[in-house]
């Protein structure tokens, strides 16, 4: 059975970082892009970053650029997103995914990955 498993989330002060892990089991991600999305109350769920599958090229929301880095580690099949100078707007469940195939390259639509965690929550207090 493939999972993904986000861990990382929680509570912070705007201006604060948070690390967040995505663990995969079940198979290994390391040919496949992969993602953070994240979704606010009320609203659709909106890409933040991908990886590619080499780790090679990454690409980033306008909103989060220079505040987050993503990164993978393809031999303990995890992902991880640094995220500093939080602010509340960034309060919102994050998602970790993986591409629906391999190969691709730096996708930002949800309809490209079909495989999903169950989603962190992160909260930015002002």
């Known amino acids: 059975q493939v999972q993904l498993v986000e861990s990382g989330g929680g509570l912070v002060q705007a201006g604060g970082s948070l690390r967040l892990s995505c663990a995969a089991s079940?198979?290994?991600?390391?040919?496949?892009?992969m993602g953070w999305f994240r979704q606010a109350p009320g609203k659709e769920r909106e890409f933040v970053v991908c990886?590619?599958?080499?780790?090679?090229?990454?690409r980033y929301a306008d909103s989060v650029k220079g505040r987050f880095t993503i990164s993978r580690d393809n031999a303990k099949n995890t992902l991880y997103l640094q995220m500093n100078n939080l602010k509340p707007e960034d309060t919102a469940v994050y998602y970790c995914?993986?591409?629906?195939?391999?190969?691709?390259?730096?996708?930002?639509?949800?309809?490209?990955?079909?495989?999903w965690g169950q989603g962190t929550q992160v909260t930015v207090s002002s």
């Open positions: 079940g198979r290994t991600f390391s040919g496949y892009a």
């Open positions: 990886i590619h599958w080499s780790g090679g090229g990454t």
């Open positions: 995914a993986a591409s629906r195939r391999p190969g691709v390259g730096l996708p930002r639509e949800v309809d490209s990955y079909g495989y």
